[in-house]
């Protein structure tokens, strides 16, 4: 463990409160060259594409054959596509208020040949698209710290609730608070390996933006249900999960996963190993 890095979790383990959250300064990711840079970052290879494979191993873990799977704040839809493809015999809707995304998003899906997807322009703090009790698993990923504050977060998590069956099946990541800026500077330096100036400073934003753990834990307790438990990265909670049960025994996907790690650059794998060590540390195994 490198020396900086010890440092940066002395410093969340030491210091009692957050800072002060700033949202992000694009709530909507709706400018051309932005949302460009973002989808190319999930590509195979790039910076997003190790956290992409963990959580979309995870994901697969909650889908069964017939569900409807709604994914909020979808984005380019990058990881949402590959979930899709993963489980041809579920139903996927993706949405998202960015019309430039979903346009990248409905692109992507075309040229993938994916036609399990369906994507809507829909707010998620008020999911107004989807009808009450109609979705089998919600799923979310790095897209919750672009809501403005945590009274539209307390939105998103009624209207999770509202929309999911008896069964809330939930697998929602992004990132949490840390407790000092000077950790956020660490993190995004660490990250530095093969992401461009643009993907630097957006994560710089998001781990700016992002909610505390607590806020999570509150939200979750009061709207998800006493089956969605909030796991986080052992000794700072840079990267947080909320997640149900698992409904399905991932084994015959394994050789899939495991070839789809191989395949990427050392940097990325690395990327998949941190997660896996620090999200098992904070109690949550890895699928793979
Ligand atoms: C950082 S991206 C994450 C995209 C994708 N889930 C992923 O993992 O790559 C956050 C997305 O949330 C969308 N977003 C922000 N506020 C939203 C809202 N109120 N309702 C729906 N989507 C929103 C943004 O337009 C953006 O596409």
Do not use: W
């Not at 949202?23 to 594409?49: F, I, K, T």
């Not at 579920?90 to 998003?105: K, N, Q, R």
């Not at 409905?106 to 809507?120: C, F, G, K, T, Y």
């Not at 934003?205 to 709207?223: G, H, I, K, Q, R």
Request: hydrophobic fraction near 40%; proline fraction near 4%.
């Amino acid at each position: 463990m490198d020396s900086g890095l010890l440092r940066a979790l002395f410093r969340e383990i030491t210091i009692k409160q957050p800072f002060e959250r700033i949202p992000e300064p694009a709530l909507v990711m709706e400018e051309q060259q932005c949302v460009r840079s973002y989808a190319d970052s999930g590509a195979q290879g790039q910076a997003l594409s190790g956290t992409y494979l963990y959580h979309c191993a995870q994901m697969c873990a909650l889908i069964k054959p017939g569900d409807v799977v709604l994914d909020i704040g979808c984005g380019p839809a990058s990881l949402l596509l590959q979930v899709a493809r993963l489980n041809p015999r579920a139903e996927f809707i993706g949405v998202d208020l960015s019309p430039t995304m979903l346009e990248v998003a409905r692109e992507s899906a075309r040229q993938q040949r994916i036609d399990n997807v369906q994507l809507l322009a829909d707010d998620m703090t008020r999911l107004a698209m989807i009808a009450d009790r109609s979705v089998d698993v919600g799923i979310s990923s790095m897209a919750l710290h672009h809501l403005e504050n945590l009274g539209q977060l307390e939105a998103t998590f009624r209207n999770i609730s509202r929309v999911l069956r008896n069964d809330r099946a939930i697998y929602l990541n992004d990132f949490g608070r840390l407790k000092s800026t000077d950790s956020v500077d660490y993190f995004v330096d660490r990250a530095r390996d093969g992401a461009n100036q643009e993907t630097l400073l957006d994560y710089r934003n998001s781990l700016l933006a992002a909610f505390s753990l607590e806020e999570f834990e509150t939200l979750a307790a009061s709207y998800l249900g006493p089956c969605a438990k909030v796991y986080s990265t052992a000794f700072s909670p840079l990267m947080m999960v909320i997640r149900t049960p698992r409904r399905r025994c991932v084994k015959v996907m394994k050789p899939e996963f495991r070839r789809r790690y191989s395949a990427l650059p050392a940097s990325r794998q690395s990327d998949v190993n941190q997660l896996r060590l620090f999200l098992r540390l904070g109690g949550l195994a890895s699928v793979f």
